[in-house]
Structure formats: structure tokens, C-alpha cells
């Protein structure tokens, strides 16, 4: 192991920390309160008293869960770089991945927090709803550029098997691999046809926003497949190429990014802000 390979570790891990438990969650509390006041209260004045309080509550719960979290998660990473040993005295990649589910955490408190706030908003949104006449279809959910990343994703995944099978390495399962590539998709794309079904954002006050949020939660759902598959992929070369004191690196930043993009399921664009798009009682 090269000589800088530890404190760039700890440097990537410190990294970690600082994208998932301090920058990510300032732009998701950013984006609550974007939504909150400018999508909430401009829509509906009458909700101001009840999506502020709403805000209040919402901004105590979500800060002590992300200063705890970042405690808990700050503590291991000083023990490690002061007494030079890996995370929890265990194994840097466990303990990467017990960073990332820690980090997790917050994400989840702010998925609960958007549904609170979406609820407020339908108390006030009244009796009058707005129906789409347009029939929406799959392709309008899944973009044509995003299936081909993913059938790229695939293709890479399909080749660095059959490369390895010809230059195999100790624990590489062969083909096998193909089943499981198998399981990713068919898992992924259940939870896809899930959310294409599914009629829980229909609550909403406008079916446009509705729309929206179905998009984007399944757009980012086939994101996180596609990058999990090249992850894998990357991981086997990482492994093949007798590079293994490289895969915690190729590891912290593809959990960061799985973080970032769950952080973004339920937010809206700034178009739906537009006023014009809910018809007034």
C-alpha cells in the first residue's frame, strides 16, 4: 500500500462526513423551506400559521437528529486518525458503510418532514381539485436518455464478466454474476412499476405536482440502479486489477452520491412554484 494511501483514506472519510452530514443536509433544509414558504404559504395564505409551526417543529426534530448523527459519526473518524486505526478499530469499508447508514438517518427524518408538510397543505387546499385530462404513459415518466444509461450500465456490468471469467481471481463467482445482475434490475425495476402505479401522491392538490414528485422518484430510483451497477462493475475491476487498497475510495464517494440522490426524491422544481398552476377556490 503506497505510503499517502492511509491519510488520503482518512482525508476521503473526513469527506464524507462533511458532504453527507453537513452539506447535504443544509441543501435539503434549504429545499424544505423553499417548498414551505414559497410553494406553501404563497399558495395557500390562509395554511401561513400552520406551515410555520410546522417548519418550527420540523427544524428542531431534523437538527438535533443531524448534530447527533454528525457527534456519533465525528467521534469514530477522531478516534481512527488519532490513534491511526481503521474506523471503530474494525474495518474502514464496515465502517464507511455504517457512516453511510448513520448519514442515512437525517434522510429519512426529512422524507417524513415533506409528507407532514404535504399534509398541511391539503388540509388548506379545500374542496376544489383539478383533474389532468392528459394520459400519461411510461415514456413520460422515464426518459429515453436515462434507459439507455441504464442499458449502458448493463452492458458494462455483462463485459467486466466476461472478462474476468477469462481472467478469473480468487473469490470471482464466474457467471453467477449474471444472476445477480438479474436480481438488481428485476428488484429495481418492481419498485419503478411500484411508484408508476402507485397513487399515494394523488393527495396532492394538483395532479402536475403529483406528476412531479412520481417522476422524479422514479427518474432518481433508475439513477440509483445504474450507478449501483457500475459501481459493481467498478468494484470487480478494483478487485481484478489487484487494486484492493483502492476500493474504500471507490466506495465512500458512491455512497455519498447515493445519499445525495435520495435527499432529492420528494423536493419540487422551482416550476411548480408557479402560482398559476392551481386554480383558486
Not at 192 to 217: C, M, N
Not at 227 to 245: D, K, T
Amino acid at each position: 500500500m503506497p505510503d499517502w494511501l492511509p491519510q488520503a483514506n482518512y482525508l476521503l472519510m473526513l469527506m464524507q462526513v462533511v458532504v453527507t452530514l453537513i452539506l447535504i443536509p443544509v441543501l435539503s433544509y434549504y429545499k424544505l423551506t423553499s417548498l414551505a414558504l414559497n410553494f406553501g404559504v404563497n399558495r395557500y395564505p390562509q395554511a401561513e400559521d400552520d406551515v410555520k409551526y410546522c417548519l418550527t417543529r420540523a427544524s428542531k426534530l431534523y437538527w438535533r437528529s443531524v448534530a447527533f448523527i454528525l457527534l456519533v459519526v465525528g467521534a469514530m473518524l477522531i478516534h481512527a486518525i488519532f490513534n491511526g486505526t481503521e474506523l471503530l478499530n474494525w474495518d474502514n469499508q464496515m465502517g464507511v458503510m455504517i457512516m453511510y447508514f448513520l448519514a442515512m438517518i437525517p434522510v429519512v427524518v426529512m422524507v417524513f418532514i415533506h409528507k407532514r408538510l404535504f399534509s398541511v397543505f391539503k388540509q388548506h387546499a379545500g374542496s376544489i381539485r383539478s383533474a389532468s385530462l392528459r394520459v400519461r404513459r411510461w415514456q413520460d415518466y422515464i426518459p429515453m436518455p436515462l434507459l439507455i444509461i441504464i442499458g449502458i450500465a448493463n452492458l458494462v456490468f455483462i463485459a467486466t464478466v466476461e472478462y474476468f471469467v477469462n481472467h478469473p481471481f480468487e473469490g470471482f463467482a464466474g457467471y453467477g454474476n449474471l444472476l445477480g445482475l438479474l436480481f438488481i434490475n428485476g428488484f429495481f425495476f418492481a419498485i419503478t412499476f411500484s411508484l408508476y402505479k402507485g397513487k399515494k401522491t394523488q393527495s396532492y392538490y394538483h395532479p402536475e405536482h403529483s406528476d412531479v414528485i412520481k417522476k422524479r422518484a422514479i427518474q432518481i430510483n433508475l439513477l440509483i440502479l445504474a450507478f449501483a451497477l457500475l459501481h459493481i462493475s467498478l468494484s470487480i475491476w478494483v478487485q481484478g486489477s489487484q487494486l484492493v487498497e483502492y476500493k474504500l475510495i471507490v466506495q465512500s464517494l458512491y455512497l455519498q452520491l447515493m445519499i445525495g440522490l435520495s435527499s432529492l426524491v420528494l423536493t419540487l422544481p422551482k416550476s411548480t412554484f408557479d402560482k398559476q398552476l392551481v386554480p383558486q377556490p
